[in-house]
């Protein structure tokens, strides 16, 4: 797998965890409950009375934090070279050469089906032209 792809999984599993992260706060979450002396109680208890694991949700921060950590260094090594072809500017030119290239065959199959296009237009013309003479 590319850098750019590893990045791009990477990305999308802090997404995931992000998504997991809002999803629990939306469904569990209640306002911090006051203790019998009317003071706030410690975000802890508060938790463990709600029914949410502290451990879980520290095991997800901490799972946000190393894959983004691993998304840094991904991102840091992007410009390195890694055994793979190295994005030169002649490479850049030769990629840009073939993809005007491409899209000049693209253009020229496009005119050829607009021809034939109007070729069967013309015929289905004449068709009901009969039709409707026929008739």
């Not at 921060?61 to 030169?88: C, R, Y």
């Not at 030769?94 to 000049?104: A, D, I, M, V």
Request: charge should be negative.
């Amino acid at each position: 797998m590319d850098k750019i792809s590893e990045l791009q999984s990477l990305l999308d599993f802090v997404g995931e965890q992000m998504y997991i992260s809002i999803g629990h706060l939306q469904e569990n979450a209640a306002p911090v409950p006051l203790s019998p002396s009317g003071a706030l109680m410690a975000k802890h208890d508060a938790l463990i009375l709600q029914g949410v694991n502290p451990s879980a949700i520290t095991e997800l921060a901490q799972n946000i934090v190393k894959t983004i950590k691993l998304m840094e260094g991904h991102i840091a090594s992007l410009g390195q070279d890694d055994g793979a072809d190295a994005i030169t500017p002649e490479t850049i030119q030769k990629l840009e050469e073939e993809n005007r290239q491409l899209g000049e065959q693209i253009l020229d199959r496009m005119n050829v089906a607009e021809g034939k296009l109007e070729s069967i237009r013309q015929v289905l013309n004449v068709l009901a032209q009969d039709r409707t003479s026929i008739s």
